[in-house]
């Protein structure tokens, strides 16, 4: 039990690095936008370039992001039963989503997109708009490597979830 909670540990290490990361990302985010804003309404102009840039940043924030999210407990759920549950019964849906929901939903879009995203990267595919941005294969990228850091977390989610049930570990231990 202790190389599934060094495993566990591990894993929740990751994701706290790269939620970290992708913190800054963020603040990128928003000073891209910012400008943008402004460019449009006080010199009325605007650039693909530019635009392209604020997904971009975007959808790096929102796929590298989710394993970090599920880490602290961000995910979206219905919590009016989830909530009034116990900590081992809690443990026993976490544990039960992860095997049931979770890690088939991440091997599936991972198997997926492992060809789409090999065939951009195959072409360095660049944006198709004069004037954008022309690494798009490495935003594509960022599609499979999202949903690796979820499934690793998903995967630390159901280990902290099973020494739970056994009675080894509290909810405190676990991640976050």
Same mark, same amino acid.
């Given at each position: 039990?202790?190389?599934?909670?060094?495993?566990?540990? &591990?894993?929740?290490?990751?994701?706290?690095? +790269?939620?970290?990361?992708?913190?800054?990302?963020?603040? $990128?985010?928003?000073?891209?936008?910012? +400008?943008? +804003?402004?460019?449009?309404?006080?010199?009325?102009?605007?650039?693909?370039?530019?635009?392209?840039?604020?997904?971009?940043?975007?959808?790096?924030?929102?796929?590298?992001?989710?394993?970090?999210?599920?880490?602290?407990?961000?995910?979206?759920?219905?919590?009016?039963?989830?909530?009034?549950? $116990?900590?081992?019964?809690?443990?026993?849906?976490?544990?039960?989503?992860?095997?049931?929901?979770?890690?088939?939903?991440?091997?599936?879009?991972?198997?997926?997109?492992?060809?789409?995203?090999?065939?951009?990267?195959?072409?360095?595919?660049?944006?198709?708009?004069?004037?954008?941005?022309?690494?798009?294969?490495?935003?594509?990228?960022?599609?499979?490597?999202?949903?690796?850091?979820?499934?690793? &977390?998903?995967?630390?989610?159901?280990?902290?979830?099973?020494? &739970?049930?056994?009675?080894?570990?509290?909810?405190?231990? $676990?991640?976050?």
């Amino acid at each position: 039990m202790s190389t599934l909670k060094a495993i566990a540990r &591990q894993i929740d290490t990751l994701n706290e690095w +790269v939620g970290r990361g992708v913190a800054w990302v963020s603040l $990128g985010l928003v000073l891209v936008v910012f +400008v943008d +804003v402004v460019m449009r309404y006080l010199f009325k102009t605007s650039f693909v370039f530019t635009q392209e840039l604020e997904w971009h940043l975007f959808a790096f924030i929102f796929l590298i992001g989710a394993g970090y999210t599920l880490l602290k407990d961000g995910h979206v759920r219905v919590d009016i039963i989830y909530q009034r549950l $116990g900590q081992k019964s809690r443990a026993w849906v976490n544990f039960i989503g992860v095997i049931l929901f979770l890690i088939p939903g991440c091997t599936m879009i991972i198997v997926t997109s492992w060809k789409f995203v090999h065939n951009s990267w195959a072409i360095l595919e660049g944006s198709p708009d004069p004037g954008g941005i022309p690494l798009r294969f490495i935003i594509k990228g960022c599609i499979t490597a999202g949903f690796i850091l979820l499934l690793l &977390q998903g995967i630390s989610l159901g280990i902290h979830s099973l020494l &739970q049930i056994l009675g080894i570990e509290n909810a405190e231990e $676990g991640p976050s």
